[in-house]
């Protein structure tokens, strides 16, 4: 009996230990982050896994400011000189206190900023404006024939020609989906991209399918 007894116990105390030690291993265990950052620690400075990744800009910082676009120029400390919001004029200008007209069309924020620094350096003691794109009105397309809602549409991100279509209500029931076209201005050249709808919609040529660019116009007949 005491030998059974003992047997037991041997038993019982070599499956707690294995269950310790598994319970040891897995609190033990570093979470799949940190693995991932030693693993990369220890690869070489010249691995492509090692190297740093490209972070992207913001979209506004590589923004072209253009007509009908609505500004605010702000100066911290001289707020005279500020204007909240200014909308850019067709001759691409806005007007600002005591700085009168300013170039904005053209210029990206930070360059618009640069310039107003420049002229207000003539008026006030290192000056410090800043330049913020309020909305973004220049950027835009057009849609016109026989679509349901023709007209100029704000074009704010990627949109292909099929997405126009769609955001104008679709063809009308007589349109010629065939012989669509898209007109754009390219270094003063006007250029013509044809457009056919049936074929798209039996996914036939689908790089017609074309992402706008601001100022295209988009012919139904």
Not at 45 to 66: E, H, M, Q, R, T
Request: aromatic share 4%; proline share 7%.
């Amino acid at each position: 009996m005491r030998r059974h007894a003992l047997s037991a116990a041997i038993a019982c105390a070599t499956a707690l230990g294995a269950v310790s030690s598994t319970a040891v291993v897995v609190h033990a265990q570093a979470p799949a982050s940190a693995l991932a950052a030693n693993a990369a620690a220890a690869l070489p400075a010249s691995s492509p896994a090692a190297a740093a990744v490209p972070v992207k800009p913001a979209l506004l910082n590589g923004y072209v400011i253009g007509v009908d676009d609505v500004l605010s120029i702000l100066f911290w400390r001289d707020k005279d000189l500020s204007a909240p919001e200014i909308t850019v004029r067709p001759d691409g200008k806005v007007t600002l206190p005591l700085l009168n007209d300013v170039q904005a069309a053209g210029l990206t924020p930070e360059q618009l900023r640069d310039t107003v620094l420049d002229a207000a350096r003539k008026y006030v003691e290192d000056p410090q404006p800043t330049v913020i794109v309020k909305e973004i009105k220049s950027r835009k397309v057009f849609i016109t024939g026989q679509v349901e809602k023709p007209g100029p549409y704000p074009l704010n991100g990627s949109v292909t020609v099929l997405q126009l279509i769609a955001t104008a209500g679709g063809l009308r029931d007589f349109a010629d989906g065939k012989n669509i076209t898209v007109m754009r201005m390219r270094q003063g050249k006007q250029a013509v991209f044809e457009f056919n709808y049936q074929d798209l919609l039996k996914r036939k040529n689908l790089l017609q399918n074309i992402e706008l660019e601001p100022g295209d116009t988009v012919v139904v007949p």
